[in-house]
Each structure stands twice: as structure tokens, then as C-alpha cells.
């Protein structure tokens, strides 16, 4: 009776715990993007608008929750070892598709043939890299429907439900620095991403570090090392968020334009100067996107 009351006692606990994070991750979420739409070239996120990118955020953290506990329990009844395949293509990407329909817009992916599935588990596997404008991104690249490791910051492990289900799904996590060397995070991020692609899997990189939708930040070197290093192929995509994604009516009105995923040619990266394959990079992702700098 004792045994049952402290369990009891510790559950409630633990979920007035988990609400609240939940209820706070979000808020800070919805600030994020906020900040990204308040650049005067784009339209700033209207009172509904917020109310999406909150509820996207909720509803992600909540059921990867869920997620993080049937993992363990589908690999128990299937005798599988491996956490990965089941927390990154079933619930990763499944939850992510239905965010998308139901709260954001249709996706649209051009371009698919230039990452055949069969090229999955081939040693070196591609390095995939994309443009970040928004939290959209996220959800949106998971249409692609091809497995990868993300590189994420070990914060990230914070996050309730999808610090569980992105460490399920050995993810990269990277302090970018480290307390008490004074040294960045990125030995870890070329270890851990040469071994995935030596491994078959592919790494997928946002080059420009950050969220800018009305900006072009250069690229950072990070995905290119890996690449050359690897002797990989570079695959660029680009991702073209509509700006009626968030401020549209949607999911209660006609569905705005659709957000475009473009998948280009994979690039040779053996022997290739590490400027010039940016360069060439960042032209071919942006070739087909708006430019909102130039827009007054």
C-alpha cells in the first residue's frame, strides 16, 4: 500500500512536471519563430499564427513523449536491439507529417530520384544539406520519407519528448562549448558524423547555422569537412516556405501554397576546394527560391 501511494505520489509528480515544461517550451518556441517573422520583409505572425506555432509545438513534444515510451516496448516485442529505425521512421517522421497536414500546409517534394532509397546503407552514405528558414523546416524534410542523423545541441536533450526520442534515434549532440576546456563541440561532430556516414547513414545539415528566412547567411564549414573528408556526395534541397504558412487560416479554410521541397543532383565533393563547393552550393540551393532581401 505504501509501495503503491509513493508510486503514485511520484507519477503526479512527474506529470505536473512534464505539463509544465511542455506549456514553457512552447511559449519559447512561439517567441523564436516570432523573432524570425518580425524582419521587415516578411509578413509579421498574426495572433493565430502563434497559436499554430504553439500548438505545432506542443502536440511535437507530446507525442514524441509517447513515442519515447513505445520504442523501448516495440523493440521488446520484436527483439530488436535497435531504437533507431523504429524512433526515427515511425515516430519521428509519422508525427511530423501529420503536423504539417493538419496545422501548416500541404508539401510538395520535387526531385526524389536524387536520393534512391537503395543508396541507404552504402558506405559513405550522401551528406544532406538545406536552407533553415523556420521551425516549419523541420517537420517539412521528414516528407522526404529517407532515414539521416540530425546534429542538434545537447540542449536539445532538455526539450521534454523530443530529447528522448531524438537520443532514441542517435541523433549528434553537440555542446558547442564546452565549460570547463573552453573547447567546441566540433571533434565530436566530425567523430560522430564520420561514423554515420561510414556507416551507411546519411547526416543532414542546416549549413547556415541558424533560422533566417529573410536573410542569407553564408554557409559554415562543418557539412562540407564531413563530406570531403568522407569522400560523400553532397545532396542540396532546397526548402521553399511560403509566406502564408503560419498566417493563413488553414487547416479551417482552403489550403495555402503548398510548402516545396527541391531535391538537386548530388555533387562530387573528392578533391573539391571547400570554398568553392559552398559557393556552388549555396547558388544552387537559392537559384530556385525567392530573394526577400531584395524585396522592399
Not at 51 to 80: E, H, Q, R
Not at 164 to 169: D, F, G, K
Amino acid at each position: 500500500m505504501i509501495l503503491w501511494f509513493i508510486t503514485m505520489t511520484l507519477l503526479k509528480i512527474f506529470s505536473v512536471i512534464f505539463l509544465v515544461a511542455v506549456f514553457l517550451g512552447g511559449l519559447v518556441s512561439v517567441h523564436q519563430e516570432q523573432k524570425i517573422w518580425k524582419n521587415p520583409k516578411l509578413p509579421s505572425l498574426s495572433f493565430y499564427a502563434m497559436i499554430k506555432v504553439y500548438l505545432m509545438n506542443v502536440l511535437w513534444m507530446i507525442s514524441c513523449a509517447i513515442g519515447s515510451l513505445l520504442t523501448p516496448l516495440y523493440c521488446l516485442l520484436t527483439g530488436s536491439r535497435e531504437t533507431r529505425k523504429f524512433a526515427h521512421a515511425m515516430v519521428e517522421r509519422n508525427c511530423a507529417k501529420f503536423l504539417c497536414y493538419t496545422l501548416i500546409a500541404p508539401v510538395e517534394v520535387v526531385g526524389m530520384e536524387h536520393i534512391p532509397e537503395d543508396s541507404l546503407y552504402q558506405s559513405p552514405a550522401p551528406v544532406i544539406i538545406a536552407n533553415h528558414d523556420s521551425q516549419i523546416d523541420l517537420a517539412a524534410v521528414y516528407f522526404l520519407n529517407r532515414e539521416w542523423r540530425w546534429i542538434a545541441k545537447s540542449s536539445v536533450m532538455m526539450l521534454p519528448g523530443v530529447g528522448q526520442i531524438m537520443w532514441l534515434s542517435d541523433h549528434v549532440f553537440i555542446d558547442r562549448v564546452n565549460k570547463s576546456s573552453g573547447k567546441t563541440g566540433a571533434r565530436n561532430l566530425y567523430v560522430q558524423s564520420n561514423a554515420s556516414v561510414q556507416a551507411g547513414i546519411p547526416m543532414f545539415f542546416f549549413p547556415q547555422g541558424t533560422r533566417r528566412l529573410g536573410e542569407r547567411l553564408p554557409f559554415k564549414d562543418g557539412a562540407f569537412k564531413v563530406a570531403i573528408e568522407n569522400k560523400s556526395k553532397l545532396i542540396p534541397i532546397s526548402l521553399d516556405i511560403p509566406l502564408t504558412a503560419w498566417n493563413s487560416g488553414y487547416p479551417f479554410t482552403k489550403a495555402p501554397k503548398p510548402i516545396r521541397i527541391i531535391v538537386h543532383p548530388p555533387m562530387e565533393t573528392q578533391g573539391k576546394d571547400i570554398e568553392q563547393l559552398k559557393k556552388d552550393t549555396f547558388d544552387v540551393i537559392y537559384s530556385v527560391l525567392p530573394d526577400y532581401t531584395k524585396q522592399s
